[in-house]
């Protein structure tokens, strides 16, 4: 057993608060693992261990919507344990795990082994995605009752659209009878491609899938949700079309809900240069008026949240031509950063930025997290907004190092990362 968190007291911090609104300079006392109290100049006892926060920002812990682990199955890029430093390195305290490892996770005991196996790291709390189907195969549903039973808090395919139209309907029919969601990777059956489709995939002479792809399956998605009353939730939402007809949706009254990762609201098709690896994804990057779209879309409330989409790659995974290469980039550590500069952008509030990260995503997971305040787990991240630092591949905490923004310089530094009042990164 892990002995009991010191108490502490962080003091002087910006306490920001995106589930209450509260914004203001103030003092935490952390004790028995919760938020003992938030006030200003309550003085030391003896025993308690004194953080200076002044300059900084001291937020709920992240809370990410959407990380593939490497384990179980291809621990060669990932594992739970490194993960978990590169979360807490990025000042995520809980994260959902996707199902599409190996074997895949459709069933019940798998669910409460990745539990467990957040539990051990002692620093995330891993949430865990059960498959749509089962083995994430497009077939047959999985034992929704079950999975739910056993704590999933959603079902997804993972990086597979739900492909067949029918399954996609029962699948929204029958989480709604668990107060699920279906999380849905929105791509039309039959299109891929390393590329979004254009001109500069025709200048590479890359295989290229048409932005409207995304579009399309979101449109049939939506209309199988107005059929069934079940909610879908668009992941890594990345063009403009199918953008407009998310906004549509929930003006309309549908269940509907989105994310989208930095990578879509910070780079644009041009990043992958003369055949970058690194900046082959999945969706791929887009021209840019999706990207303005994407960060217009974060500013007026149609995006719900915004995911790291970590898909950790090995070396040798992105050392091959780049249709071959496999498509993924790292996001645990630059999750905070990326999403920073849009605030310095003048694009996004920080409050509404770190509500992004924080309480929203764990609103749409229904869990008890992303928020600072008395009573509340003590899962903190405390970061100074300005503080400058390079992105460098090779140098981040954690085994995967594919990162799109090798060489982008940020502002915004974790300084320090609290799970259950015990500090797990400085």
């Known amino acids: 057993m892990r002995p009991e968190p010191q108490p502490a007291l962080i003091t002087g911090a910006r306490v920001i608060d995106?589930?209450?609104?509260?914004?203001?300079?103030?003092?935490?006392?952390?004790?028995?693992?919760?938020?003992?109290?938030?006030?200003?100049?309550?003085?030391?006892?003896?025993?308690?261990?004194r953080i200076d926060g002044a300059g900084c920002v001291l937020c709920p812990g992240l809370v990410d919507m959407r990380v593939a682990l490497g384990e179980p199955g291809h621990e060669y890029r990932e594992t739970i344990a490194t993960a978990a430093r590169a979360a807490a390195a990025g000042g995520i305290?809980?994260?959902a795990a996707l199902p599409d490892s190996s074997p895949a996770i459709d069933g019940p005991a798998l669910v409460h082994w990745l539990r467990t196996r957040g539990e051990e790291t002692g620093s995330v709390t891993i949430l865990p995605y059960a498959a749509a189907t089962q083995g994430c195969a497009g077939e047959v549903l999985a034992e929704y009752g079950l999975l739910a039973e056993a704590g999933a808090v959603a079902f997804t395919d993972g990086a597979r659209p739900i492909a067949n139209a029918r399954q996609m309907r029962l699948a929204l029919a029958y989480a709604r009878g668990?107060?699920?969601?279906?999380?849905?990777?929105?791509?039309?059956?039959?299109?891929?491609?390393?590329?979004?489709?254009?001109?500069?995939?025709?200048?590479?002479?890359l295989p290229a899938v048409p932005a409207a792809a995304e579009a399309m399956l979101v449109a049939r998605d939506l209309r199988l949700a107005q059929l069934t009353g079940g909610a879908v939730h668009f992941a890594?939402?990345?063009?403009?079309?199918?953008?407009?007809?998310?906004?549509?949706?929930?003006?309309?009254?549908?269940?509907?809900?989105c994310d989208t990762a930095p990578p879509y609201f910070d780079l644009n098709e041009t990043a992958i240069g003369d055949f970058r690896t690194y900046a082959k994804l999945?969706?791929?990057?887009?021209?840019?008026?999706?990207?303005?779209?994407?960060?217009?879309?974060?500013?007026?409330?149609?995006?719900?949240?915004?995911?790291?989409?970590?898909?950790?790659?090995d070396a040798d995974d992105k050392r091959l031509p780049f249709a071959q290469a496999a498509a993924g980039g790292t996001g645990l550590v630059t999750l905070?950063?990326?999403?920073?500069?849009?605030?310095?952008?003048?694009?996004?509030?920080?409050?509404?930025?770190?509500?992004?990260?924080?309480?929203?995503?764990?609103?749409?997971?229904?869990?008890?997290?992303?928020?600072?305040?008395?009573?509340?787990?003590?899962?903190?991240?405390?970061?100074?907004?300005?503080?400058?630092?390079?992105?460098?591949?090779?140098?981040?905490?954690?085994?995967?190092?594919?990162?799109?923004?090798?060489?982008?310089?940020?502002?915004?530094?974790?300084?320090?990362?609290?799970?259950?009042?015990?500090?797990?990164?400085?």
Request: net charge neutral.
């Open 93 to 95: 305290t809980t994260l």
């Open 282 to 313: 999945n969706p791929p990057l887009r021209a840019e008026p999706d990207r303005e779209a994407v960060v217009t879309a974060l500013a007026d409330g149609t995006i719900d949240a915004i995911a790291s989409d970590h898909q950790p790659r």
């Open 178 to 205: 668990f107060g699920r969601r279906i999380v849905q990777h929105p791509e039309y059956p039959g299109f891929s491609g390393a590329a979004t489709e254009g001109a500069l995939a025709t200048r590479l002479g």
């Open 336 to 426: 905070l950063g990326i999403t920073l500069a849009q605030v310095t952008g003048g694009n996004l509030t920080l409050m509404a930025a770190l509500a992004l990260l924080t309480s929203r995503p764990a609103s749409l997971l229904g869990v008890e997290a992303g928020r600072l305040s008395p009573g509340a787990p003590a899962d903190l991240c405390l970061f100074h907004a300005e503080r400058a630092w390079r992105v460098v591949a090779g140098e981040l905490p954690g085994k995967a190092q594919n990162t799109p923004f090798d060489g982008r310089a940020l502002e915004g530094r974790v300084l320090g990362t609290w799970k259950a009042g015990r500090r797990v990164h400085a």
């Open 236 to 257: 890594h939402v990345s063009t403009a079309e199918a953008l407009a007809l998310i906004r549509a949706a929930k003006s309309g009254g549908l269940n509907v809900t």
């Open 18 to 49: 995106p589930a209450s609104g509260h914004d203001t300079v103030a003092d935490v006392w952390l004790r028995d693992g919760v938020i003992a109290g938030i006030g200003r100049n309550q003085g030391t006892p003896e025993g308690v261990l």
